[in-house]
């Protein structure tokens, strides 16, 4: 679990970088979400609890809103993907695009009341944009593209850290 958990939080702070520090002007899609969505999809809950705490506090302290929204977000995303993974039995593109969609706007929604508990009354219906929507619409497409993307990292770099399992002659 230590070395999918360095994977995956090293692949977090890649993507983390290239999306807030060199495409955020132009490029509106949430490739973290996608990363703990897909970590989420897969066996080891503690590993998508270590990822999302791990990547919220990383958004958290790069941000400006309170301290705990992004992690609280990660967390939602993380329950979300997990009763997605229990109840639709996520395999395929055909029901991964809407899963990712419905957990997408579960975080919204979520990040929006916590601000709201936290006292902006008005920050339920604040910045709800047609690029918002677009937002989390092509984040949700581009889903099956950063889950093979994901595979064959996991393959070649597992490939990578194994021996070869060839007899030894002497």
Avoid: C
Wanted: no cysteine; glycine share 6%; proline share 5%.
């Amino acid at each position: 679990m230590i070395s999918s958990l360095l994977f995956y939080t090293l692949l977090g702070l890649g993507l983390f970088y290239l999306h807030e520090l060199l495409l955020f002007p132009q490029v509106f899609i949430r490739p973290l979400a996608i990363l703990l969505f897909y970590v989420s999809l897969k066996d080891s809950l503690p590993l998508a609890f270590a990822l999302a705490v791990l990547l919220g506090l990383l958004q958290d302290s790069y941000a400006l809103p309170p301290f705990g929204v992004h992690l609280l977000s990660s967390l939602i995303l993380v329950g979300i993907a997990r009763l997605a993974r229990r109840t639709f039995l996520v395999k395929n593109s055909v029901f991964l695009i809407p899963a990712m969609l419905l957990a997408l706007v579960f975080q919204e929604l979520g990040v929006r009341l916590i601000f709201t508990i936290l006292g902006s009354w008005e920050a339920f219906l604040v910045d709800l944009s047609w690029t918002r929507g677009v937002e989390l619409i092509v984040t949700a497409l581009l889903t099956p593209v950063f889950f093979s993307l994901f595979r064959s990292l996991e393959y070649h770099l597992g490939r990578v850290g194994r021996r070869s399992r060839a007899p030894t002659t002497w």
